[in-house]
């Protein structure tokens, strides 16, 4: 393995030094990180549902460890996020949770669509496959924009304004 360049290290080191650290008492893991600048150590930024049974919506995580909801799900903004990368977790910190929404929360968990629950912060923890990341949030599965099918993009981009925005898949 060859040493990291000067640039790297210098990089390393700004993304360590210049990120916010608030984290929940039960998120202090070493390795994580609210946005970063290495584009390897980050999830996906924008999980897309291209819709079908209901209207396409969409998440976007934002550099600062915010995140928003488009078409849907938006009561739950804002949203946070924390990422992982050693462990490949993906932290999302919904607002306004309701007793409905701990309840499809709970059965989720307990079906394993994630990982855990923190439903004093109202935290969920997802374990991404590299290879395949997906997340279900409220029981909609949500890919990244690069795995959608040219065929969903067409819907998808109703529901999701960054979509267009940032040129479809």
Excluded at 8 to 28: F, K, M, V, W
Excluded at 47 to 56: C, D, M, N, Q, S
């Amino acid at each position: 393995m060859r040493p990291p360049s000067f640039a790297t290290l210098i990089a390393i080191l700004c993304a360590g030094a210049c990120q916010p650290r608030a984290q929940s008492s039960d998120s202090a893991v070493a390795g994580v990180r609210h946005g970063a600048a290495d584009a390897s150590a980050v999830p996906p930024r924008l999980w897309v549902f291209a819709g079908g049974e209901t209207g396409p919506f969409c998440l976007l995580l934002r550099d600062d460890g915010s995140g928003v909801l488009f078409s849907g799900f938006e009561a739950n903004n804002p949203v946070h996020w924390s990422y992982d990368s050693s462990a490949h977790r993906l932290d999302l910190t919904l607002s306004h949770l309701s007793a409905d929404d701990y309840s499809v929360l709970k059965d989720n968990l307990a079906r394993g669509y994630f990982r855990a629950l923190d439903s004093v912060s109202g935290t969920i923890s997802y374990s991404l496959d590299p290879d395949a990341p997906v997340i279900n949030l409220f029981n909609w599965i949500l890919k990244p924009r690069t795995y959608l099918n040219d065929w969903q993009l067409p819907s998808a981009r109703k529901g999701c304004p960054p979509l267009a925005t940032l040129g479809g898949a």
